[in-house]
Every structure is written in structure tokens, then in C-alpha cells.
């Protein structure tokens, strides 16, 4: 890519979001902006690859595609979109995109319909981290320069992309952790509270969480709150019951 005085703009628009510490949407929003200017196009579409599933998954897009985004998925190979996720290299159709064997018309995408596509791997390190696609309405032979820039931008954008992937995707696990044990503390307290319910009242296990579980509708509380105060108060029951102090030894 030659750096004019366009291409010096790019290098400067793409540092700033790589350096930044942008959310995984904002970032693909930023993707869509410099995509969309760099490529004048008439629609851009953001696919993201999942690992778990090993699937393209439509992440964002310049046209609003609310029911599709985090829906719409391809398998690797499937479709155009598929075919440049496998072998990660570039495809340009220049006109009567749909004529192409690769191509797959999904109906909830405008863009399908349009003329003319350029569709460009998001890769980090060899990775690959998704697809970009550019549509174009009418005819449009890509110069190689163009596609020269959307390759590049592919290359600097997936790895930004997918290093706030990874963050998110930690920050998931430490949420995750998190709840997990939030819910394990919960579940010792209600464990410690039926029984003491089982004890002072003479109730079954099954009888003292009925009774937990129904106050805790009646009160609108959670239980893990009910049974913190079910302890609490037996711990200060305990404290004002005073020991029995031993009279003087039998003559």
C-alpha cells in the first residue's frame, strides 16, 4: 500500500484504534468507518470466527441488521464469505456477484443483491479472526490498490480485533468465576440455615427449604439473604444465652 497522503491518514486512523482500549463492538464499529471510508462502498458486513463452533458469525454492518447480527452463521468453505475464511485470501467480483459458484444468497442480507463484492480475510498472525465484506450496488472493477488498502486494513484490524476478543473473552471467565462462587457461598448458606430450621423447629430437609423458598416469595428476598439472617440471629441467640455457671462442689 502506498502511503499518500490518504494512506498516512489510514496508518494514523488504525494506530490510534490499536493503541486504544475500545470494546469489541466499538472496535468493529471503527472497523465499518474506515472500511466504508477507504472503499467508498455501498454496504460493509463484519464477520467474526468462532472457535467454538468453527463458524462465521455476521458481527456487525454498515446497513442495520439487527434480528441477523450474532445469528446469521456460515460454516468455513460456505458461500463466498466461507471460501475467503478457509483459504484466507482476497475475492473480487467485479459484477453479477451472485453468478459466482461460490456464492450463497442468505434473504435477510440487502447486500446480496447488490452488484459487486470485495470480500477480504481480518487475520492475526496467520490467524484467521473474521471477514470483512465491501458491497457495491452497481458495477465496480477494483483497483488494485483498493484492494491492496482492504487487505491491509484486514491485516492491522485483526489483530487489534482480536485481542479485545481475547480480553472480553477473559473477562467473561472472571465473571464467570466470580458467580460461580458467589453461587457455591449461597448454596453453604442455605444448606446452614435449613438446618438450623430442621433443628428448631423439627422440620424435614425437604420441609425447612419449602419454608425458606416460600419466604423468600412472600418477602421478595433472596433466599441467600433469608438464610443469612437465619444465621445471624441463631448466632446472636447463642451469645445471649448465658452459660450455665457451675454451683459449689456436693459436701
Known amino acids: 500500500m502506498e502511503t499518500s497522503g490518504s494512506g498516512v491518514a489510514l496508518l494514523h486512523q488504525i494506530s490510534a484504534i490499536v493503541s486504544s482500549?475500545?470494546?469489541?463492538?466499538q472496535m468493529l464499529g471503527q472497523l465499518l468507518g474506515i472500511t466504508v471510508q477507504a472503499a467508498s462502498c455501498d454496504a460493509c458486513l463484519v464477520y467474526l470466527f468462532d472457535g467454538e463452533t468453527s463458524e462465521i458469525v455476521l458481527r456487525a454492518s454498515q446497513v442495520p441488521h439487527a434480528k441477523a447480527l450474532g445469528k446469521l452463521r456460515m460454516k468455513m468453505g460456505e458461500g463466498i464469505t466461507g471460501w475467503v475464511a478457509e483459504h484466507k485470501a482476497v475475492v473480487a467480483l467485479s459484477?453479477?456477484?451472485?453468478?459466482?459458484p461460490r456464492f450463497k444468497r442468505f434473504p435477510s442480507l440487502v447486500e446480496d443483491t447488490y452488484e459487486a463484492f470485495i470480500s477480504v480475510p481480518l487475520v492475526s498472525g496467520g490467524d484467521l479472526v473474521g471477514v470483512v465484506n465491501v458491497h457495491f450496488r452497481d458495477k465496480h472493477v477494483?483497483?488494485?490498490?483498493?484492494?491492496?488498502t482492504l487487505t491491509f486494513?484486514?491485516?492491522?484490524m485483526g489483530g487489534a480485533v482480536a485481542k479485545t476478543m481475547l480480553?472480553?473473552?477473559n473477562q467473561?471467565?472472571?465473571e464467570e468465576a466470580i458467580e460461580m462462587k458467589r453461587q457455591l457461598e449461597a448454596r453453604k448458606l442455605i444448606e446452614?440455615?435449613?438446618?438450623?430450621l430442621m433443628t428448631r423447629h423439627g422440620l424435614t430437609e425437604e420441609e425447612a427449604y419449602l419454608r425458606l423458598r416460600n419466604d423468600s416469595r412472600r418477602s421478595r428476598r433472596p433466599m441467600?439473604?433469608?438464610?443469612?439472617?437465619?444465621?445471624?440471629?441463631e448466632m446472636q441467640a447463642r451469645q445471649a444465652t448465658p452459660e450455665a455457671i457451675p454451683g459449689p462442689p456436693l459436701q
Open 153 to 156: 486494513i484486514g491485516e492491522q
Open 192 to 196: 446452614r440455615a435449613k438446618g438450623i
Open 142 to 148: 477494483a483497483a488494485p490498490d483498493l484492494i491492496a
Open 224 to 233: 441467600r439473604d433469608l438464610a443469612q439472617r437465619i444465621i445471624q440471629d
Open 172 to 174: 467473561r471467565l472472571i
Open 21 to 25: 482500549e475500545l470494546s469489541l463492538d
Open 95 to 100: 459484477e453479477n456477484a451472485k453468478s459466482d
Open 167 to 169: 480480553a472480553e473473552a
